[in-house]
RNA sequence: GGGGGGAUGGCGGAAUUGGUAGACGCAGCGGACUUAAAAUCCGCUGGUUCGCAAGAACCGUGCGGGUUCGAGUCCCGCUCUCCCCA
């Protein structure tokens, strides 16, 4: 007989609901117990999209709730919530395509989401469940914009945005590809629009020295500190020869090469290309700025392989020596970094030295150390060629200086020192960190509270939010760049409340980030309509003592949630100025193994050596890919081959899931087949968590079958107790087992190590189903370490072992030291280091003993006989080696 | 190009500080039960060689070196691969 889940498991779920057993107290509530320590285990909350669950989702959520079951039975207070970042793109592009409102598709979704969710078994405090697009939430939402606002963080500016006239609306990025609209394929250009943005750059040093506290992992720190890109080095004003008002500021990384700037470089978009363009070349730099107003970002700094620019028929002076170096526009310079200005020093910067080459620049070599006439040198060295002090500096010194012979480091503080005396530049830290673009022209995302009067932005004050959404009866784009909001237009009017003036509303909305920089707060609190948070409910709570979520939200969900809370640590709603302390990725789960093999257009199958992007490498002709079965191959070398052709090599490897390859595992069907508690623990079974792995459907029966092994082992065909449980007393081997199990799964749980800890229960239960009595005092702790795992069987083991109420908060196993100790030690015996035997000894025998054991054995004397003994090497408990020659 | 992972049987993986490589599971093979199948239970299962057997030897953790009595683990140099950034 095997473990009933589709009975069981719903019954256990019914009693976890109507008890309300994973309701969780807090300050201020009556049964709240404030001398338990506390443990805050967060997941990342979904984003409830049409398709349901995915297999990857209850990977993470899994392993946070055998957190959250383990440390309520050690006895801590744990908030352990669930909720839905319900805002975003998919829910709007479904409205425009069947003109249902997002609201309602984001409920059915969420409905899906919460089945799925409860169908698992996780300990949520369902009480506790929040849905950003909630106006109870957004409310709260608004209200943290308000802050930003009133600190100077939130602020307007004229931001290219992607805009297609066919459609009527603007894009965002992930609806353009390869230079067109993802719907209908229509030309789509760059837009300046104004638009929100918030001062993240403001926190950028706080942002990146509060990394070094977090137990994060190591590389999404580094994620977010080459995301913030600080970078130490100067600005410098270069003066405009016949434009005695103007000036042209560049940052730069390398002041000390200074001497060898042979041009200068502005983004197409920098204000001064139009004062200073001479009218000769004015008809090419203009049609050159329409050509880059089409490109990206990314194409206009990485997928570009050849440089494009023109001259502006102007110069610079260059304020160390005074001479003139031509100004040209070209677009791999950005105006959104640094100053939308660079000098170009070919010589050691590497797209400098490809610019001039391509356009026919001075190269000018100030650092040595390399060969310039070759490549751009960008290592340290001594610097040469770099010396004015022999002449007048006209306007700007009376005198040069001179920084020949110095390091680079020395160069670069004279350098600084030169241009601060002299009032040309300073020494600077520059991020790469931009501005947050906070608005979206979207319909389904949070109403900013800001109303225009006389055309000039106001706040609204608190007590009038939230700012909800107007229902619209279409989701049109408006034919403008504004939103779809912009057509909404008895919402759109309105009045101050301040001073009762006719008012307009934004019409942009946040973005999808908004809601999730601090959801994690409005757990502690989700039914606060007086503030986001009670203070005393967040002190207890915070910070978050663990954090499982996906590793494509290492830089940005995680950097803006960490400026939202730093934020509001200033204005004196939270108390820690970190939100998270501990941070898990799990890894991503790839579709089950699969073996491809190809064909040429003869048939003929074609070795998966000579395959690359689906073509033959040598012929250049495609080749049709097919998929073949696992007993058609095998293993030949250092690949896999097909058996009728061996010299063919094929694929073999897991493909991400996707739909279009067909490879996507739904839980619904795994949760129907093997039940919950297998899906758990497969899924923490398939290896370690934060590792990519792949999917496998025989691992889930494997893993079911153990579940099985576990049922019969402590029930019978009715509905009572195996005959061989006992209320007799364990034997010392049974007890030595279950408190090797016990210490063995308690140390794997702290250490997220849950495939190990699964696999040593399996181990306890592969010794428990030979023995012949199985006393409850030993059966029931290993129901009490399963239950983390496994709850719904477990629950039912423990009811079934007689007890009345559920084993939620019962006290984990605690290991008894005396019983893990062992009469007998095996240990292994090397001569020269390699094994030669393996003795038993009494656990207490001194090291001459099992030397004299050891050397007795025959297959050691074979080796140590006619040698001459060097040494004897004996670690206790380990190993004993003896060093011959 | 830069940064960070990773590479162990047919497969997923284990080996917590340098100490018996391959735990546990899958797949495979053999057996028991069964009219039969499924389920279940028992046994074997890295490779090669020797041996009737018990057993033994050699090789083996991507490749090449090194340190050490002893290296999957530490050091140096490579190859391949995944992720992120550019």
């Not at 800001?450 to 784009?477: N, R, S, W």
Request: aromatic content about 10%; charged content about 25%.
């Amino acid at each position: 007989m095997s473990y009933p889940f589709e009975t069981v498991e719903p019954k256990w779920q019914r009693y976890w609901e109507a008890r309300r057993t994973f309701r969780t107290p807090g300050p201020g509530d009556p049964d709240f117990d404030p001398n338990k320590p506390k443990y805050y285990v967060l997941d990342m909350f979904p984003y409830p999209s049409g398709a349901g669950l995915h297999v990857g989702h209850p990977e993470g959520y899994t392993a946070t709730d055998i957190l959250a079951r383990y440390k309520r039975m050690r006895g801590y207070n744990v908030l352990h919530p669930m909720g839905w970042d319900a805002f975003g793109l998919p829910a709007e592009q479904h409205a425009l395509k069947t003109n249902t409102h997002p609201r309602i598709t984001t409920e059915a979704n969420i409905a899906t989401f919460r089945r799925q969710l409860k169908a698992l078994g996780f300990s949520y405090d369902w009480d506790r469940e929040i849905n950003t697009t909630d106006p109870a939430y957004y409310r709260w939402t608004q209200w943290i914009f308000l802050k930003l606002y009133e600190r100077g963080l939130a602020y307007q500016a004229e931001v290219p945005v992607w805009w297609c006239e066919a459609l009527g609306t603007t894009l965002a990025n992930e609806e353009v590809i390869d230079g067109k609209s993802e719907v209908g394929g229509y030309p789509v250009e760059r837009r300046p629009l104004r638009q929100w943005m918030l001062k993240i750059t403001a926190y950028a040093e706080r942002l990146l020295e509060g990394l070094d506290e977090l137990d994060w992992p190591e590389s999404t720190k580094e994620m977010q500190r080459n995301w913030i890109g600080r970078s130490e080095g100067a600005d410098v004003l270069f003066d405009v020869a016949g434009f005695p008002d103007e000036q042209i500021r560049v940052f730069t990384t390398r002041p000390d090469t200074l001497f060898g700037a042979t041009y200068l470089v502005l983004a197409p978009e920098h204000p001064l290309v139009d004062t200073i363009t001479t009218d000769e070349h004015r008809p090419a730099v203009e049609r050159y700025r329409r050509a880059t107003a089409a490109k990206s970002d990314l194409e206009r700094t990485e997928l570009q392989k050849e440089k494009t620019g023109v001259f502006t028929g102007a110069y610079a002076i260059n304020p160390v020596n005074g001479e003139a170096v031509p100004i040209w526009v070209a677009d791999y310079v950005l105006a959104s970094y640094g100053t939308g200005a660079i000098m170009a020093v070919p010589a050691h910067d590497e797209r400098d030295y490809a610019f001039a080459r391509a356009f026919n620049l001075p190269i000018r070599e100030v650092v040595s150390g390399g060969d310039v006439s070759k490549e751009a040198y960008t290592g340290d060295g001594i610097l040469i060629n770099s010396s004015s002090e022999d002449r007048e500096i006209p306007g700007i010194a009376e005198r040069g200086f001179s920084i020949n012979g110095l390091s680079v480091a020395e160069a670069k503080r004279k350098v600084i020192a030169w241009l601060e005396a002299h009032g040309r530049g300073e020494g600077k830290v520059n991020y790469k960190l931009r501005d947050w673009l906070f608005s979206r022209q979207r319909y389904w995302g949070e109403p900013f509270p800001i109303i225009y009067v006389d055309g000039q932005p106001k706040p609204l004050p608190e007590d009038v939010l939230p700012v909800t959404l107007p229902d619209l009866a279409e989701f049109k784009p408006s034919g403008t760049p504004e939103g779809p909001l912009a057509n909404a237009t008895d919402w759109l009017h309105t009045t101050d409340p301040e001073t009762g003036k006719p008012a307009r509303r934004e019409t942009n909305t946040m973005p999808q980030w908004a809601g999730s920089c601090w959801y994690y707060l409005r757990f502690i609190d989700p039914h606060n309509d007086e503030r986001l948070v009670d203070p005393d409910k967040e002190r207890y709570w915070m910070p978050v003592d663990l954090y499982i979520g996906g590793a494509e939200h290492a830089v940005l969900h995680l950097l803006y949630a960490r400026f939202w809370h730093k934020v509001l640590y200033d204005a004196g709603v939270v108390a820690t100025p970190e939100p998270f302390t501990r941070l898990v990725h799990q890894g991503l789960i790839l579709g089950e193994m699969e073996y491809t093999a190809y064909y040429d257009g003869d048939g003929h199958p074609v070795s998966a050596a000579f395959v690359k992007e689906g073509v033959h490498t040598e012929t250049g002709e495609p080749v049709t890919a097919r998929k073949v079965a696992e007993d058609e191959v095998e293993k030949r070398g250092d690949g896999f081959v097909l058996k009728s052709h061996p010299q063919v090599l094929v694929d073999a490897r897991s493909h991400k899931m996707s739909k279009s390859r067909g490879n996507v595992v739904n839980p619904d069907e795994v949760v129907a087949r093997y039940g919950a508690d297998a899906l758990r623990l497969y899924e923490m079974f398939m290896g370690p968590l934060e590792q990519v792995k792949p999917w496998s459907m025989k691992g889930v029966e494997g893993v079911s079958r153990f579940l099985n092994r576990v049922w019969r082992l402590v029930t019978d065909d009715t509905d009572g107790l195996a005959a061989a449980v006992t209320d007799a007393a364990p034997s010392k081997e049974q007890l030595r087992t279950l408190h090797q199990t016990i210490r063995k799964v308690t140390d794997d749980i702290e250490g997220l190590r849950f495939n190990t800890a699964i696999a040593a229960m399996m181990e306890f239960v592969n010794a428990a189903m030979k023995w012949e009595a199985l006393p409850k005092a030993v059966v029931e702790p290993f129901v009490l370490l399963l239950s983390p795992f496994a709850p719904h069987l477990a629950e039912e083991l423990w009811q079934r072992l007689g007890h009345a109420e559920s084993l939620a908060y019962e006290p984990w196993p605690a290991v008894v030291e005396a019983y893990l100790e062992e009469e007998e030690l095996a240990l292994a015996v090397q001569v020269n280091g390699k094994l030669r035997a393996t003795i038993t000894v009494p656990a207490d025998a001194d090291k001459e003993a099992i030397l004299a054991r050891a050397k007795a054995e025959d297959n050691v004397r074979r080796f140590l006989d006619g040698k001459t003994l060097r040494r004897e090497i004996y670690v206790p408990g380990k190993i004993v080696n003896f060093v011959v020659s």
